[in-house]
């Protein structure tokens, strides 16, 4: 009987509710570890836990189906919670499986319209995943201020169960997300700027991080006269020709980043 029981929880897909951190199990105490994640920022777990905050990590793969059903729940967590600014810290930490184009996109495709958590990235992401001894995709795991792994199997993943996973006496409260695209740098640092040239409109785009980007150009009563789809950007300067002649006056810029709503900026047409 036991062996038939052990057989089918071997014969499981690597797509399981089972999923733990062999490593850390719940009660023992995390190592410190440092991680840079995507934006080529580091982060350091004592950093967080000794400034009495709460961490979560996510592991996941793009191709995970119940990896790509909680992305939502989980961005719906991060951007609740202050995106990293308040007691709660979240991160997405790639299997390892996908490459960082990938590994960022996941959230981009399946995290909703919300800011995203930062990502680890496929090396570090796969070192974290073998240092924590994650077998199975997506493993959610709670480490609380105190270093303890409070819960390395959060199920089922949704925001209530994210919620309830939170360590006891944790200092975890509701606050207004400060920051923008993809949870990780203000709005403001993607900087739009128009020039006119006889009713024809060139954008110039400048981002510090690859983004994707939706634009609409819209008139005084709020309509819209143009729409396009600039795809995926690389990071830095870029130029956009808008191929259609525009009455004189007063239009504003609406742009997605990210599926990010951004500032409108306005900008004044003239023949």
């Known amino acids: 009987m036991n062996r038939i029981h052990l057989f089918i929880l071997a014969a499981l897909p690597p797509f399981s509710a089972l999923a733990q951190t062999q490593t850390y199990p719940i009660g023992s105490t995390v190592a410190n570890f440092t991680t840079l994640d995507t934006d080529g920022i580091f982060h350091t777990l004592y950093d967080y836990t000794s400034a009495g905050k ?24 991060h951007e609740k919670y202050g995106c990293n600014q308040g007691g709660l810290v979240c991160f997405a930490v790639n299997s390892g499986v996908d490459n960082n184009v990938l590994a960022e996109q996941f959230s981009v495709d399946f995290g909703g319209d919300f800011a995203h958590p930062p990502t680890i990235g496929q090396f570090n ?18 480490i609380g201020p105190d270093n303890i792994m409070w819960n390395d199997n959060v199920f089922p993943l949704d925001l209530f169960s994210l919620e309830t996973s939170f360590p006891e006496n944790a200092q975890i409260f509701p606050m207004s997300c400060t920051v923008g695209i993809n949870g990780k740098f203000p709005s403001a640092a993607i900087d739009l700027s128009a020039i006119n040239t006889n009713g024809l409109l060139s954008l110039q785009v400048n981002s510090p991080r690859s983004t994707r980007l939706q634009l609409s150009l819209l008139d005084v009563t709020g309509r819209a006269v143009f729409r396009t789809d600039l795809g995926l950007l690389p990071s830095g300067q870029s130029t956009h020709a808008i191929q259609q002649v525009l009455a004189t006056g007063i239009y504003l810029i609406s742009a997605q980043a990210d599926g990010v709503q951004l500032p409108a900026v306005p900008i004044q047409i003239h023949r």
């Not at 709460?54 to 967590?77: G, H, K, M, R």
Request: charged share 10%; glycine share 8%.
């Open 125 to 142: 992401g796969g070192l974290l995943t073998d240092i924590f001894g994650v077998p199975a995709f997506p493993t959610v795991c709670v």
């Open 54 to 77: 709460t961490v979560i990590l996510d592991f996941f793969f793009y191709d995970c189906i119940p990896c790509q059903e909680n992305a939502p729940a989980y961005s719906e967590l």
